[in-house]
């Protein structure tokens, strides 16, 4: 089973009212453990890669094939999108030309009369090839790939703007954060929520900065229309407190414990445990 395009999971998660998880993969290991997540869940899937981790791990065509030969030898029957995170105009157009089955152009830190423009043709050519694509009205707050944003709280009648483009799915400003949440945060707009979900009347919302969002409020924006929630930081802090532990221990001075695959279980471990609870939580799971 070949990826797909995330249009359909993320329309039914909508009408469902759950959402479809979002996970950011930095290498071939993290791949491998948001589909074992998906696999063992039954969830409907979207694997995302920032720029950077793209280049990372190779460039875009590297990632399409490790991500297409993954399910195919891990035997993955579940359905899988495979998405560009927060991407350039250029950076859309490339993954759209090698094989990503979903892009997003984020144009939010142009003004509104371009942010339209280039989202309307990417939207034009990834519908051409049976791409899906997201697109950003409002900075999230946080730093994403080197792009820095204080978090704004996005205009709904910006946002119609946009979403009446055509876009398969849209993701707004409403207090939410990349990275670390502070103690002082303020938590989720609701209030802005609500009208953006009135102004765009029936498209499905993205919630970026999933990561740490009390499940309460998560679970809230999913009733107002979120149906994909990203997650990146998450994984990264199980992984990293779970390799730091097996240093700790000493785990890699003993017999051959400096193999690199011994290294890397205990996060790979920790990453597929927390994408798991992540997908139940969500509501995701037994949908594929």
């Known amino acids: 089973m070949a990826i797909v395009s995330a249009t ?32 063992e869940t039954q969830t409907p899937v979207l694997i995302q ?17 490790m991500v297409n030969d993954l399910i195919d030898s891990m035997g993955i029957t579940v359905p899988v999108a495979l998405h560009l995170d927060h991407g350039t105009f250029e950076g859309a157009k490339k993954c759209i030309e090698v094989g990503y089955s979903s892009v997003m152009f984020d144009g939010s830190h142009y003004s509104i009369e371009e942010n339209i423009e280039k989202s309307k043709e990417i939207i034009a050519l990834a519908h051409s090839k049976g791409v899906s694509v997201e697109c950003e009205v409002g900075g999230i707050g946080g730093t994403e790939d080197g792009v820095t944003s204080n978090g704004e709280l996005a205009d709904p009648a910006e946002c119609k703007a946009v979403a009446d483009l055509g876009v398969d799915f849209l993701a707004a400003g409403i207090g939410n954060i990349h990275g670390k949440y502070p103690e002082n945060w303020a938590g989720l707009n609701f209030e802005r929520l609500e009208e953006i979900k009135e102004a765009i009347g029936g498209k499905p919302m993205v919630l970026h900065g999933g990561s740490g969002i009390p499940f309460e409020q998560t679970s809230k924006a999913v009733s107002l229309g979120v149906s994909k929630i990203n997650i990146n930081t ?26 690199p695959r011994k290294v890397l279980k205990p996060g790979c471990e920790a990453i597929v445990a927390k994408a798991k609870e992540l997908c139940e939580a969500f509501g995701a799971a037994g949908k594929a």
């Open 8 to 39: 359909e999971m993320v329309k039914k998660a909508f009408e469902g009212h759950y959402a479809i998880p979002a996970f950011n993969t930095n290498n071939l290991e993290w791949t491998q453990c948001i589909l074992k997540a998906a696999q």
């Open 49 to 65: 890669t920032s720029e950077g981790a793209a280049k990372y791990m190779g460039g875009y065509k590297m990632v399409v094939d």
């Open 234 to 259: 998450e994984l990264q802090l199980v992984f990293a407190d779970a390799t730091r532990k097996y240093f700790e221990a000493g785990k890699d001075l003993e017999g051959k414990g400096y193999d």
